[in-house]
């Protein structure tokens, strides 16, 4: 079986938002396309992360939510927005990454997060108290954790990052 045939008994589908406006479009940033997402009432459970570029965004969401979503979504961030399903094929290669190199004094969670969000490890413990970090998809708030190779580090508000 080819990868798109293993996809499609998937229960999500990938959603393509475009711009409208052309070269009068308003620079948008995750967070306008996840408000305007959350604002039509849908819940943040129902809907994956967003890959953005430029004038444009693609959306996972639960498959049950696809009518309504390319149906009621009608603007980003004052921009006029038009909505359509996408293939999965069009997603790779979208996400792009940026190296970050540093040292840190000993291999803790709250030191790697202070390298990667540019701040002090207290500041870092900040996000680990407030549950607001995710190691492989699981809540991370011991300071002390030990990250691993290829661990998928995600922070509310920050980022996702590999390590």
């Known amino acids: 079986m080819n990868q798109e045939s293993l996809r499609s008994g998937l229960p999500i589908v990938p959603i393509r938002i475009s711009s409208s406006a052309g070269k009068f479009t308003v620079p948008c940033s995750h967070r306008d396309y996840l408000g305007a ?19 444009w965004a693609y959306v996972l969401c639960v498959k049950n939510m696809e009518d309504f979503l390319l149906r009621e979504l009608s603007s980003v961030k004052r921009n006029p927005v038009h909505c359509e399903r996408a293939d999965f ?61 290829g661990d998928i580090i995600s922070v509310r508000g920050c980022g996702k990052y590999i390590f």
Not at 106 to 135: C, H, I, N, P, Q
């Open 37 to 55: 997402v959350l604002n039509l009432g849908i819940e943040r459970g129902k809907i994956g992360d967003f890959i953005v570029g430029d004038g």
């Open 89 to 149: 094929s069009e997603l790779e290669g979208r996400q792009k990454f940026t190296e970050i190199t540093g040292t840190v004094a000993s291999l803790r969670m709250d030191a790697l997060l202070g390298l990667l969000l540019k701040t002090s490890r207290s500041k870092a413990s900040e996000y680990l108290s407030g549950e607001k970090v995710f190691v492989n998809g699981k809540l991370c708030v011991s300071n002390s954790a030990e990250p691993k190779e």
